[in-house]
């Protein structure tokens, strides 16, 4: 080891400890995308039960959530006059914690998780409203899995003599030992 004990505590060798430590990189800015969030940041409306993703702005000291929940997404339980409190779950060894943090509005984004579950959710509704309409049994509205894709027949061209071409065939190259 480059220090001993003695010369850590004099001139602080060893791993850091510090709350931001290793987010050189996770709390910077894009480039050309410096200084202070704009107006719309501020002005966004939230609501109880919303999702929200936190997206720390590393520009704003105040209010910044642990490094942990950067990325996260969580929902809205709590709105105060600068702040949004977040419920996120949190893996703990072998469980996981829902965790409620109170974050300021500069390091929330609104969350897109919910936009294909109530695109379809209206689509089925759609679906349902004309089924009725033409008094039709309503057609499966689950999701299915996708088909697997359709057989196709391999033609081989012919060369000037008249003889067909083979057709190349990958495969796995043997292994050689060369020793």
């Not at 505590?9 to 894009?30: E, H, L, P, Q, W």
């Not at 966004?44 to 929200?52: L, S």
Request: hydrophobic share 35%.
């Amino acid at each position: 080891r480059a220090c001993d004990e003695a010369a850590e505590a004099i001139m602080g060798c060893g791993r850091a400890r510090g709350v931001r430590r290793n987010t050189r990189d996770m709390f910077s800015k894009g480039f050309g995308n410096y200084g202070l969030p704009s107006m719309s940041t501020y002005l966004a409306p939230y609501k109880i039960g919303d999702y929200v993703d936190v997206v720390v702005n590393g520009a704003i000291h105040k209010g910044m959530p642990y490094r942990y929940y950067h990325g996260r997404t969580g929902k809205v339980w709590n709105i105060t006059k600068s702040a949004l409190g977040v419920m996120v779950n949190k893996k703990v060894r072998g469980r996981i914690i829902s965790k409620r943090i109170h974050v300021r509005v500069e390091h929330v984004q609104a969350s897109r998780c919910t936009e294909e579950f109530k695109r379809r959710v209206a689509d089925n509704e759609k679906t349902k409203a004309e089924a009725k309409k033409l008094g039709k049994p309503i057609k499966t509205l689950k999701r299915l899995p996708k088909d697997p894709k359709p057989g196709y027949v391999v033609r081989v061209k012919k060369d000037e003599t008249g003889a067909k071409f083979q057709p190349a065939v990958m495969c796995a190259v043997p292994y050689e030992l060369l020793a």
